[in-house]
């Protein structure tokens, strides 16, 4: 076990520093800069169901993919680049294409240092009551090869993509040590919907070259497991990435034995488990942080029931408590103080909105007051180790739900009536990245309906100091044991200067991912809040046991970047 591990009541006696105690609380302050931005009118009028974040072009800003549903009068897919905060769309890219596209990763799936696209949908073959609906065949899961800057689609027998195949939310993990990054795709759960045959998550193994092959059964993972939303991690720190599958028919994790096989962890998924879980009762969402500074990484669901306006429904959060026994989560929902909440909130993630020092839960629900956006984040109030407690103030905003809007028992009815009032929507995808690179992360919320628009909203909130940190691994293997190029699956740990290595110095954890939450993909980034302290130590735990590395006396405040062959590559003071 890492020594981060160690249970320690000293990692919270450093909240003071962090300009955390004792101080009063401010609410989070975003604002839609959609427009401003240059995102409208181009994602106004979709059914969105994707988004994903990355630097495709290689300039240091993150750029944006949106996946649409195609229905008649929706638009296909966009691409936009970032232009130092402002989006231009990209016309005439391979990338437009017309899908029912349910998750989305920009990723370095060649280890050429630019990020090629994945795209997965559910597929309306010939024939099919979608292909007769749109009027042409509705392709299914897309692969494109970034070739400095631009892509070309390499989605034919590249292995990745099954003409019958519903893929759902996909993520990157190398889940057996080549250094390559492999695919784990979600499959929709009902089998014959939309031109899926069957109802298994697809594990598809990186050959190199853009070419993969399903090695879903080698790898342990049984048959008719679907999956809504995936999430990868290392849940008991034996530097192999785990994997967690959600949806409505069971969240499932499995862990991986060091060799790339799997087995289902001892009680799942009854530890997992949702009351009334089935049919259009689902869990969508899934992601790993460390919530109570403990060094473990905990995990967090999100629900998307049918009627939660009528009967409200929390997002579930898990703490892990693993040690040399075994690998063990116990839900603290309540006792960590998440409500049920009364609109359907499927994606999830765990960051550190005002960068205080401590990880918030933030889930796809925005309340609107005063013309104002209210994100439903959940502040991180924690006070003890192992005792997480979390705030709201984004329920009392306005009136919804009314008695009248808790007496509307049909879901078409009640969308009606919520896009009317204008009180409140969701998203499916609602993926954070810093757009702006000012240290604060945003929230792209994308729009299921073609009557909200989606919303890019600027985190303006005031709050510490930061850190941003990527990892660049060795892909080849020329200067140590391989790593991907993207450094996913390394963790990060953040320390006070000169106590590397020392629990009571720790001040925060993350692990580098990419494709968590609900059909959604993020920076490879590691964002860490640092609340007063200007200056930190940082500590590289690559992958599959392969080395570690330190950079010491770190500058916060800035985006740096630590190299597996240089051991340490830093970036500009300032945004970029």
Not at 240 to 247: E, Q, R, T, V
Request: with cysteine; net charge negative; glycine share 14%.
């Amino acid at each position: 076990m890492n020594a981060f591990r160690a249970t320690t009541f000293a990692y919270f006696l450093l909240l003071a520093s962090l300009g955390v105690a004792g101080e009063p609380r401010q609410n989070f302050t975003f604002r839609d800069v959609t427009h401003e931005v240059g995102l409208l009118p181009h994602v106004g009028g979709v059914n969105g169901h994707a988004a994903g974040w990355g630097d495709f072009d290689g300039d240091g800003w993150v750029d944006l993919y949106v996946g649409t549903f195609d229905r008649p009068g929706s638009k296909p897919n966009m691409l936009f680049r970032n232009r130092e905060g402002r989006f231009e769309p990209i016309s005439g890219t391979p990338t437009a294409i017309s899908t029912r596209s349910t998750g989305t990763l920009l990723a370095d799936l060649d280890n050429d240092g630019d990020l090629d696209l994945y795209v997965s949908s559910m597929p309306g073959p010939p024939g099919s009551r979608l292909a007769e609906r749109a009027g042409k065949p509705i392709r299914g899961c897309s692969l494109f090869r970034n070739d400095g800057g631009t892509f070309t689609d390499v989605s034919a027998g590249n292995g990745a993509c099954p003409p019958a195949f519903g893929g759902r939310s996909a993520a990157v993990l190398d889940f057996d040590g080549d250094g390559r990054l492999d695919l784990l795709v979600g499959e929709d759960p009902v089998a014959g919907y939309n031109g899926s045959k069957t109802t298994s998550t697809r594990l598809f193994r990186n050959l190199g070259g853009l070419r993969f092959d399903d090695a879903t059964r080698k790898a342990g993972l049984p048959a008719g497991v679907p999956g809504l939303g995936v999430a990868a991690a290392d849940v008991n720190d034996d530097r192999w990435p785990d994997l967690f599958i959600a949806s409505t028919a069971g969240n499932h994790l499995f862990l991986n034995d060091g060799t790339g096989r799997f087995t289902e962890a001892p009680g799942s998924p009854s530890v997992f488990a949702y009351d009334g879980a089935k049919g259009d009762n689902m869990v969508c969402g899934c992601c790993f942080g460390d919530v109570d500074g403990d060094g473990r990484l905990d995990l967090w669901l999100g629900q998307h029931f049918e009627r939660p306006w009528v009967e409200p429904v929390p997002n579930k959060l898990f703490l892990n408590r693993s040690s040399e026994e075994g690998v063990r989560f116990v839900e603290v929902t309540e006792e960590a103080g998440l409500p049920p909440l009364p609109l359907k909130a499927p994606h999830v993630e765990m960051q550190d909105f005002d960068n205080d020092g401590q990880v918030d839960l933030f889930t796809s629900q925005v309340r609107f007051a005063d013309g104002r956006p209210h994100p439903m984040i959940f502040r991180n109030v924690t006070k003890r180790v192992g005792e997480p407690r979390f705030e709201e103030t984004v329920l009392g905003v306005n009136a919804f739900p009314t008695v009248e809007d808790r007496a509307v028992k049909r879901s078409g009815t009640f969308f009606e009536r919520m896009l009317e009032q204008k009180l409140i929507t969701y998203g499916a995808p609602a993926p954070t990245a810093d757009f702006d690179g000012d240290g604060r992360l945003d929230l792209f919320v994308c729009s299921w309906w073609s009557e909200q628009n989606s919303m890019l909203l600027r985190n303006e909130t005031q709050g510490g100091h930061w850190l941003q940190v990527r990892v660049r691994g060795a892909a080849n293997g020329a200067a140590g044991p391989a790593v991907n190029r993207m450094g996913v699956g390394a963790r990060v740990v953040v320390y006070r200067t000169g106590m590397v290595g020392n629990p009571a110095g720790t001040l925060g954890v993350r692990e580098i991912a990419k494709g968590y939450g609900y059909a959604s993909t993020q920076p490879a980034t590691a964002h860490f809040g640092l609340g007063e302290i200007d200056r930190v130590d940082v500590e590289v735990l690559l992958p599959h046991g392969r080395g570690r590395f330190v950079a010491e006396n770190v500058a916060a405040d800035r985006l740096v970047t630590l190299d597996q062959r240089k051991r340490r590559t830093m970036g500009p003071a300032g945004p970029r």
